[in-house]
């Protein structure tokens, strides 16, 4: 064990300049302003705290602190560590490393939007599932909804379809013995609109005469 006497102000910077040192404590050197660190050799940096006239080795806190020791721009100083991070998909915030959420990833063109993804105003969206009964769907992504391409004809010929299908169904299904009423209601249902459909077309060709 050794005594070192450092000079204050080179140590206040966290420079080690070593005035004198030797096996027992000299107390003429702190009296002369010196301060006195105790350990079997000197640090390479020091610390130098002035409230309790203490000189440790600095922290590694310290040495950034004093720009003794630089950080890689993808480098953080996080309780009392140096972290390294991925800027490409983690970000720093109240200095804490942190993982990019899917739309951070998309907006930066990280990583690509899914087929029902879109980008508006700075924003990542899903693309609602398209209605039951439209036929030709197409979404507007300008008014974001979706909008029946099919014409009336094409509605009228998919209702047709769906109720020879569901109709047939329930058929086989009666004479296994059983009765489902969800699809019976469902056909009940695309009756409905099916009935109304070739009112509303017969009404059309009415007005065109």
């Known amino acids: 064990m050794k005594y070192f006497y450092l000079d204050k102000n080179h140590a206040k910077n966290g420079i080690v300049m070593s005035a004198y040192s030797n096996s027992k404590p000299e ?11 105790i350990g079997d050799s000197l640090p390479i940096y020091v610390y130098y705290d002035e409230a309790k006239d203490l000189v440790r080795p600095s922290t590694l806190e310290e040495l950034v602190t004093l ?33 990019k959420t899917r739309e951070m990833l998309v907006l930066e063109e990280i990583e690509k939007p899914f087929d029902n993804e879109y980008i508006k105003n700075g924003k990542l969206k899903t693309i609602p599932k398209k209605p039951k009964d439209m036929v030709k769907g197409e979404f507007d992504f300008i008014q974001e909804q979706w909008n029946e391409k099919a014409t009336d004809d094409e509605k009228l010929e998919n209702l047709k ?35 109304q459909l070739s009112y509303d077309i017969a009404n059309k060709l009415n007005e065109n005469f």
Do not use: M, W
């Open 27 to 37: 107390p003429y050197y702190v009296e002369e302003g010196y301060a006195e660190y």
């Open 67 to 99: 720009g003794v020791k630089k950080l890689e721009p993808n480098q953080i100083l996080e309780g009392g560590n140096i972290k390294t991070f991925n800027p490409a998909y983690e970000y720093i915030e109240n200095n804490e490393i942190k993982s």
């Open 161 to 195: 379809e769906k109720i020879v299908i569901i109709n047939s169904e329930i058929l086989r299904i009666k004479s296994a013995g059983f009765v489902d009423i969800k699809l019976e209601k469902e056909l009940e249902r695309l009756k409905d609109l099916h009935y």
